[in-house]
């Protein structure tokens, strides 16, 4: 114990000035954002799609870069839908989507 309260005052003083709070300054390139896709195909529900731009981390969020001016297509064994933007901010279509349906579903977007 008596060890302890003649190293403890120095253990304290290297914990206090072991840090350096020197700021490090770098560039970065210029950030280049890029689409961002939110897909949801459901048994028995017409397929919805939100089309975004991502944004750099160091923005503030202010809110969602929506793309409204997109080709938004989906399409499943030789047959392709075009999904139009409704009322909200989501690329709909007016078919249901069959889970039974084998086969890949291909989602193609452009902007």
Known sequence: MAIFRKISPYLL??????CDPTDIDFDLPPYESQLVI?????DGKTPKVLVSESISYF????SIPLVRQALVTLSHDGKTDTLTL?????????????AAEAGPWILTVED
């Open 59 to 62: 923005e503030a969020p202010s």
């Open 86 to 98: 409704g009322s909200s901010i989501w690329f709909e279509s007016n078919d249901t989507i069959h």
């Open 13 to 18: 003083l290297l914990l206090l000035f072991s």
């Open 38 to 42: 939110e897909c949801y195909l459901e």
